[in-house]
């Protein structure tokens, strides 16, 4: 059924369809509608049996989470940001416990500085934690992943962090498709846990582990990661059947068949950078995009096969690895054949800032002459950089970088008293 609506709806109606048995939730922003929304079907009786819990923290949040699918039952969160971060522990025991719980991130800016809009560094600071990544386009891939996810995280008992962008597409009114539930069980069988907590076969979960066993048990959570890679193309292809539409995978390509230069990314940002490739082309430029949609477990050979063919690639990344640059451009340069030299990372959109077809167009055009730097800012004010910079040179006590920054610009800082 054809349906305009909110991202965080659509995603709400997506799990609801999944029928999950525990939602836990802290409400941070740009994740609370969704969660708003569990919660007010679970009131009227709409989803259930399912128990909604009010949680403390996200710490609480994901502790009750491992809880609940510990006992058996298909359990559902949402985080953001620093919420993401609150409950990083759990992350990692969720992990490691290989629970099949499915949360959504709404991807936001973690601090400090506070900052409320979307960039990656949340989900990409958890990228070793153990859980399977996946990364939404839009408003309709972000639905279907999370059908996708449930399947994918109990027939490998690992979690599924399904990552849409905050307040881009969380926040956005648009066309989707919302299926029936007859669709969704027909593509996601009744939940059967690997593991469970049964008084009438006593087991042990989450047992101390020494040297003598500790590696084989981490080797063995990669291991189930690499599994996923071989699922995710075949049940693509079955969801597309049951459906009626492409959603998911690993990767998906945007006219690269001929393209001297490919674009690397991820989420809703592709949207912008196929309309500037739309354009380039028409002015006979030789250029293409790669989308990542599943971030890890890494695509390595597809990644690998998408950029064979391709003389420089460029990775346009919401994140920031400080003191290096790229953390997506990393994996891409370990995953392509030719020189780690033609691959330029790309750091835009950090806190929010927009990344316009017009800067995108410069640059790929800088790309495509051989004058991209290794690692570029787009969009930086270096003017603003030095200024700082001359401060801290001049004396000693030149005041936190955030509040220059604001003052400079003329901006007034929020007050406190």
């Not at 420089?312 to 919401?318: F, G, N, P």
């Not at 969009?379 to 040179?393: G, K």
């Amino acid at each position: 059924m054809l349906k305009q609506t909110e991202g965080s709806a659509a995603v709400a109606e997506a799990v609801a369809l999944c029928r999950p048995e525990v939602i836990c939730a802290y409400p941070i922003s740009p994740q609370t509608h969704i969660v708003e929304a569990l919660g007010r079907m679970v009131t009227a009786g709409r989803l259930a049996p399912c128990e909604f819990i009010n949680v403390e923290s996200e710490f609480a949040a994901m502790s009750v989470a491992i809880g609940a699918s510990a006992a058996g039952v298909r359990a559902y969160t949402a985080t953001a940001s620093q919420g993401l971060l609150f409950m990083a522990e759990a992350v990692y025991n969720a992990a490691g416990l290989g629970l099949p719980i499915v949360m959504t991130v709404a991807n936001r800016a973690i601090g400090a500085p506070i900052n409320i809009w979307n960039d990656h560094s949340d989900a990409l600071s958890q990228r070793d934690c153990g859980w399977i990544q996946l990364f939404a386009e839009d408003n309709q891939e972000a639905l279907d992943l999370h059908i996708q996810a449930f399947r994918l995280a109990e027939e490998l008992s690992l979690p599924v962090m399904v990552c849409m962008d905050g307040y881009i597409l969380t926040h956005a009114y648009e066309q989707v498709d919302l299926p029936t539930q007859e669709q969704v069980d027909a593509y996601l069988p009744p939940y059967e846990p690997r593991q469970v907590l049964d008084p009438a076969s006593p087991i042990s979960i989450g047992a101390m582990v020494g040297p003598e066993a500790f590696m084989e048990v981490r080797y063995l959570a990669h291991a189930k990661q690499k599994q996923a890679l071989e699922l995710m193309p075949s049940w693509t292809d079955e969801f597309k059947r049951i459906f009626g539409r492409e959603s998911g995978g690993l990767t998906h390509t945007y006219r690269i068949e001929d393209a001297d230069t490919v674009v690397v990314a991820l989420g809703s940002v592709l949207g912008t950078i196929k309309d500037t490739i739309d354009g380039m082309r028409e002015q006979g430029v030789r250029i293409g995009a790669l989308g990542i949609t599943c971030f890890r477990p890494w695509p390595t050979v597809a990644v690998r096969r998408a950029l064979a063919d391709a003389k420089r690639i460029v990775v346009l990344e919401k994140s920031l690895a400080v003191g290096l640059g790229g953390i997506v451009s990393n994996n891409v340069a370990a995953s392509y054949a030719g020189s780690p030299d033609l691959v330029h990372t790309v750091i835009a959109g950090l806190g929010g800032r927009a990344i316009t077809r017009a800067s995108l167009h410069q640059m790929f055009g800088q790309a495509v002459e051989g004058r991209l730097e290794p690692v570029t800012f787009l969009d930086l004010d270096h003017a603003a950089v030095e200024r700082v910079l001359a401060r801290e040179r001049e004396q000693r006590r030149s005041g936190p970088i955030a509040e220059s920054i604001l003052r400079d610009l003329g901006v007034v800082g929020a007050r406190i008293g």
